[in-house]
């Protein structure tokens, strides 16, 4: 007799062994149908293993992320029979499943694979899908498996056999093909209907330089044909929505070898976007009670020393600038934190004075490595939209509050409808990897969650993952293409008040710690414009679009009128400008709709002669001939559409 | 027969020869009564010095700076004479005229001198003026010269003159005082008839860690009383004026100990009155065709190598910085220009697209001593309001013109009416240390002579004084006290575009070389806000004060109605706060006063039954009972009295 139990707490019990997938067909037939992995005990295991003792059963499909990494390994090892049939004497390395896919790594001597190939190896493992080939897990002995890897000459399997113990070594069979595995397949081959070869890559055999460089093959599956129809569209809207990309077109910021890389230069058009973006939010501060200030780039060393942020990015962040003459040692800011707490100190404060918001678009620079930087993402300087407020424990739960309707009201002025929130709280069971007392993070945390809850926020809470200073809200935010981007965070900070000696005198005449909350919506300009770059694929909102119009004139006996347009445009501040270039007009309509201009004037004989614009929008839709009047209540409304007031 | 030449180029002749003196008193008596010293054959000489050769004499009078020296060097030998007869057996050393008076270094043994000393120094120095002693000078020989302070015992003086050659040692005698002296003094010592002990302080042998520590009074004297009392209070005032204590004062800036000595931190105040500089030229530059970009704060070394800064400033700088993992070194930047270089660089432009302006308010860093450092105006990060403009050579004229506009408009705006201009131009002897072709050079020197004489500057032309790189034109204002401080400067460069190998496509088809125009109206944010502060007094253009009014209200029961007048003010954009505090009026009309705030409003009954408020104004006047409308309508028509439309 054992006894099963489900996720959902429910136990069955059966009086002989029998496999996952039984215990699937047990609950519902048409559940089973769709079943392809599954984890007894927190082990993965295949479908067919047979279950002998009590246990918990979790049985995945195609919708769960376990699922998915079982379809796209057993994926793997159809690629890698195919690349055996295709390239005989290919040697196998390792074929993991990834992100959206999966990859082999193999030493194809000689030869190479190249985009021309794809559809090749593309119908040879569609070939051995359609077999419905069982995928079947077996225990080799250590001397059976590396002598099968010595005959074949295949030294890259040898070394990863000689670093496993004897009795622990198991190899998966399906059809003619066996390999090296440690398990977690679907069924059967005939699960996947549709494969896509995506690239090729060199890699280093272990990822270390001085390793023989072997063809990774990158590929993708999936259980429908649509689905991957589906996931290529979206590869290919992402492509084209590549801030790196845009960037460029859209002349917003440049890299230059000279400056260095991951510094990104602003060019006018971005700048003026980020002045916006700027504006925008300092607008909104200000209503809120923040104050703006400003602090250097650098700061000593003690200053760091005090933070605490020598000890935890010293060493691998950009080292100390000395000075010439004196022995003096100062660091590129990597944080804004101890800058505002020095301002806080520059006088004493009472607690009617409280709280203080000081706001900074505070620029700081952490070092990368080269390997590792990526367009705005991921730099080596960026400016944080940051702000500091320093409150009495008692302000706290508004304080925070407040901020989160700041958060929520620059997401919604910026298109992102869709987010999530995370709660991220002390792990319970290590209380001393945490500084501050008991009683103000409990404060802190009922402070961060109920705000949450007030405010409505779809959030999850996650123990363990509050910094050791204090808990935290991060937002993430959903694109048009449904990927997850870490946008703003708010945090409750107990250490740094602490390290600097913070204080305020309170009503009863004696001196207390302020509690701080560190704040950044956007996170940082940088990343900020990049993921609404990804976001919008240029198509900004319309208040924050670089130019709003462009006016075109029929031909060049209308260029007087089109100035009078673009005057009367800018009266109304409506950022436009004119294409006057000798070109056709669907030339100049074509690059129009390519720079994303929300809005393309017409203006020719009939224009000019009944004073109207004729008005086309990006996208193609035509809005007729209307009086500049009509056109500027439309923009207007379209920018109302998103921007509110806060 | 001699001949002396004037400085007017008129030549007079005598049999014999004859003083200084006497060549004045032959032009007029009345002449000679104002004349104090004078320079023959371009080496200072004595008034009473014959004249035995053919030479140009130029006579000086209080008005000269020369004269000034003269009669402030004079000042410190009647000042050590009372000082040896005040303290007998006081050793000195050295005693120059300096900017405004003079000091002299003297070793007291183990007495001291505090202020409660300097009536009777400065009585004893007016007794010994009135003696109307003369200043003769005599040659000795060093061995009488070294016989005389070894039996005094005066090691400094010992020090001295065994650095001097034989035959060229002097001294200069008055009364009963003898000293070693190089000469330049006024007739005698009646000329001075006020004199000042201003202040004791250490001060090192040699200017040398290492020596003793000497006492240096400083002091200086007039010819009048009535000018010593003009002169201490504009010293009075400018200590009143100084930047760093108003600066403290008005809570504008701070410097933490923390962070490091010059780098200042701009606290809210200080930070909203910086933004409001920057949006107000930001506006005007938007105007004037300028484009704002943003760059980050460091570059590779490489980049400052191509531009020239580093071999200019590398070693006496900050030093580079190093990365953890990979071999490269970056520099904090002192110059903006390099990176806007690259932003040009960032796409190939036609001539048709030029000029192209880009500006940015750059925060740049260098190293100076902290002995060098003084508030806001030495420091060690500061953020110029920088542009560079690129246009064709034929552009140059009509930019340059465009940029004496900008910070003409500038200076205007913020109320700086007194300044005037220098053209620096290169060395017509020494061509070699210049680069660029002379055509180029001379077309820039005209264009700025020519724009200079356009605009209807006053400007003087000083040759040798341009940068290697191009002539420039720098703006000197006088502020309220008459002191004069360089802000704003144009730079032409040929040098830059050269280095970055810039280029555009000509009308030609064939690529060229723009110019480049630098350019700073107010030189950094740091120094201008300094000198506005200590023009001012802090009483800033209202457009730009912190707070343009304070609401006081006679009790608490108006507490309403003065919410009311501030949301009524705030809708007409007018700056202010509300003083509830429980303190009494007098004192809060005290406490606004010293805060410099322009407008005064009090609430009260009769204010509240008639919905007015009453003003009073900065300084006293009263304005009476008035409508919000109408004090919107003064306040109003107060901005635009210097804050103009660009």
Same mark, same amino acid.
């Given at each position: 007799?054992?006894?099963?139990?489900?996720?959902?707490?429910?136990?069955?019990?059966?009086?002989?062994?029998?496999?996952?997938?039984?215990?699937?067909?047990?609950?519902?037939?048409?559940?089973?149908?769709?079943?392809?992995?599954?984890?007894?005990?927190?082990?993965?295991?295949?479908?067919?293993?047979?279950?002998?003792?009590?246990?918990?059963?979790?049985?995945?499909?195609?919708?769960?992320?376990?699922?998915?990494?079982?379809?796209?390994?057993?994926?793997?090892?159809?690629?890698?029979?195919?690349?055996?049939?295709?390239?005989?004497?290919?040697?196998?390395?390792?074929?993991?499943?990834?992100?959206?896919?999966?990859?082999?790594?193999?030493?194809?001597?000689?030869?190479?694979?190249?985009?021309?190939?794809?559809?090749?190896?593309?119908?040879?493992?569609?070939?051995?899908?359609?077999?419905?080939?069982?995928?079947?897990?077996?225990?080799?002995?250590?001397?059976?498996?590396?002598?099968?890897?010595?005959?074949?000459? !295949?030294?890259?399997?040898?070394?990863?056999?000689?670093?496993?113990?004897?009795?622990?070594?198991?190899?998966? %069979?399906?059809?003619?093909?066996?390999?090296?595995?440690?398990?977690?397949?679907?069924?059967?081959?005939?699960?996947?209907?549709?494969?896509?070869?995506?690239?090729?890559?060199?890699?280093?055999?272990?990822?270390?330089?001085?390793?023989?460089?072997?063809?990774?093959?990158?590929?993708?599956?999936?259980?429908?044909?649509?689905?991957?129809?589906?996931?290529?569209?979206?590869? /290919?809207?992402?492509?084209?929505?590549?801030?790196?990309?845009?960037?460029?077109?859209?002349?917003?910021?440049?890299?230059?070898?000279?400056?260095?890389?991951?510094?990104?230069?602003?060019?006018?058009?971005?700048?003026?976007?980020?002045?916006?973006?700027?504006?925008?939010?300092?607008?909104?501060?200000?209503?809120?009670?923040?104050?703006?200030?400003?602090?250097?780039?650098?700061? $000593?060393?003690?200053?760091?020393?005090?933070?605490?942020?020598?000890?935890?990015?010293?060493?691998?962040?950009? $080292?100390?600038?000395?000075?010439?003459?004196?022995?003096?040692?100062?660091?590129?800011?990597?944080?804004?934190?101890?800058?505002?707490? /020095?301002?806080?100190?520059?006088?004493?404060?009472?607690?009617?004075?409280?709280?203080?918001?000081?706001?900074?678009?505070?620029?700081?620079?952490?070092?990368?490595?080269?390997?590792?930087?990526?367009?705005?993402?991921?730099?080596?300087?960026?400016?944080?939209?940051?702000?500091?407020?320093?409150?009495?424990? %008692?302000?706290?739960?508004?304080?925070?509050?407040?901020?989160?309707?700041?958060?929520?009201?620059?997401?919604?002025?910026?298109?992102?409808?869709?987010?999530?929130?995370?709660?991220?709280?002390? %792990?319970?069971? !290590?209380?001393?990897?945490?500084?501050?007392?008991?009683? !103000?993070?409990?404060?802190?945390?009922?402070? &961060?969650?109920?705000?949450?809850?007030?405010?409505?926020?779809?959030?999850?809470?996650?123990?363990?993952?509050?910094?050791?200073?204090?808990?935290?809200?991060?937002?993430?935010?959903?694109?048009?293409?449904?990927?997850?981007?870490?946008?703003?965070?708010?945090?409750?900070?107990?250490?740094?008040?602490?390290?600097?000696?913070?204080?305020?005198?309170?009503?009863?005449?004696?001196?207390?710690?302020?509690?701080?909350?560190?704040?950044?919506?956007?996170?940082?300009?940088?990343?900020?414009?990049?993921?609404?770059?990804?976001?919008?694929?240029?198509?900004?909102?319309?208040?924050?679009?670089?130019? $709003?119009?462009?006016?075109?004139?029929?031909?060049?006996?209308?260029?007087?009128?089109?100035?009078?347009?673009?005057?009367?445009?800018?009266?109304?501040?409506?950022?436009?400008?004119?294409?006057?270039?000798?070109?056709?007009?669907?030339?100049?309509?074509?690059?129009?709709?390519?720079?994303? &201009?929300?809005?393309? &004037? &017409?203006?020719?004989?009939?224009?000019?002669?009944?004073?109207?614009?004729?008005?086309? $929008?990006?996208?193609?839709?035509?809005?007729?001939?209307?009086?500049?009047?009509?056109?500027?209540?439309?923009?207007?409304?379209?920018?109302?559409?998103?921007?509110?007031?806060?």
């Amino acid at each position: 007799m054992i006894k099963i139990t489900l996720p959902d707490g429910s136990v069955r019990s059966y009086n002989d062994s029998l496999t996952a997938m039984d215990v699937a067909k047990d609950i519902s037939e048409g559940f089973a149908r769709n079943v392809i992995s599954a984890k007894f005990n927190d082990v993965t295991i295949e479908t067919s293993t047979l279950l002998t003792t009590d246990g918990n059963l979790i049985l995945y499909t195609w919708r769960d992320d376990e699922g998915k990494k079982a379809f796209w390994h057993s994926s793997s090892h159809i690629l890698a029979q195919a690349l055996e049939e295709l390239y005989p004497g290919v040697k196998l390395s390792i074929g993991p499943a990834i992100e959206n896919g999966f990859y082999y790594d193999v030493d194809l001597g000689d030869r190479s694979i190249s985009d021309k190939d794809f559809k090749t190896i593309e119908d040879k493992m569609l070939e051995i899908a359609r077999g419905k080939h069982e995928f079947k897990m077996k225990s080799v002995s250590k001397a059976d498996a590396l002598s099968l890897y010595k005959e074949q000459g !295949n030294e890259y399997k040898v070394e990863l056999i000689e670093n496993l113990e004897d009795g622990d070594i198991t190899f998966c %069979d399906h059809s003619t093909f066996t390999d090296l595995c440690r398990g977690g397949h679907i069924p059967n081959t005939g699960i996947v209907k549709a494969v896509k070869v995506l690239s090729v890559a060199g890699a280093y055999w272990r990822g270390d330089e001085n390793n023989k460089q072997l063809t990774r093959v990158y590929g993708t599956s999936f259980p429908k044909q649509k689905e991957l129809k589906e996931y290529l569209e979206l590869l /290919e809207e992402a492509k084209k929505r590549d801030h790196r990309k845009l960037g460029k077109q859209l002349e917003l910021f440049a890299f230059s070898q000279k400056v260095g890389q991951g510094l990104p230069l602003w060019l006018p058009k971005g700048a003026a976007l980020r002045s916006r973006l700027e504006d925008f939010l300092k607008k909104a501060q200000q209503k809120a009670g923040y104050e703006m200030v400003v602090t250097p780039h650098i700061g $000593q060393k003690e200053l760091y020393v005090t933070s605490g942020h020598y000890a935890k990015y010293g060493e691998d962040s950009f $080292q100390p600038i000395k000075t010439p003459k004196e022995d003096e040692e100062f660091l590129l800011k990597p944080m804004n934190c101890p800058h505002h707490c /020095e301002i806080y100190n520059a006088k004493p404060f009472s607690y009617k004075e409280l709280p203080k918001r000081y706001a900074e678009f505070g620029t700081v620079y952490r070092y990368e490595q080269s390997g590792e930087l990526h367009g705005l993402t991921r730099v080596r300087g960026f400016t944080q939209d940051d702000a500091h407020i320093f409150c009495t424990p %008692d302000q706290l739960d508004t304080e925070f509050k407040n901020v989160i309707d700041l958060v929520l009201y620059v997401f919604g002025s910026l298109g992102f409808e869709n987010f999530t929130a995370q709660v991220s709280v002390r %792990d319970p069971e !290590n209380p001393d990897k945490y500084i501050g007392d008991v009683e !103000n993070w409990e404060k802190a945390e009922q402070a &961060i969650i109920n705000a949450a809850s007030d405010k409505g926020l779809n959030y999850v809470i996650e123990e363990g993952e509050a910094a050791f200073y204090g808990p935290k809200l991060d937002f993430m935010v959903k694109d048009a293409l449904g990927r997850s981007w870490q946008l703003g965070t708010i945090q409750v900070d107990y250490n740094l008040p602490e390290r600097f000696d913070l204080t305020y005198k309170g009503s009863d005449n004696e001196l207390h710690r302020p509690v701080m909350i560190h704040r950044a919506p956007f996170g940082s300009m940088e990343r900020f414009v990049a993921i609404l770059l990804e976001h919008t694929g240029g198509n900004f909102p319309l208040w924050l679009m670089p130019e $709003q119009a462009i006016i075109l004139s029929i031909s060049e006996k209308y260029e007087k009128y089109a100035e009078k347009v673009l005057n009367l445009l800018e009266n109304n501040e409506i950022r436009a400008l004119i294409d006057n270039r000798n070109e056709t007009m669907g030339k100049k309509i074509r690059e129009a709709e390519m720079n994303k &201009i929300p809005y393309m &004037i &017409i203006v020719g004989d009939n224009e000019e002669k009944d004073n109207k614009i004729s008005v086309r $929008q990006h996208g193609g839709e035509d809005l007729g001939m209307i009086s500049i009047t009509e056109f500027s209540n439309i923009v207007e409304a379209k920018i109302n559409e998103t921007l509110k007031q806060f």
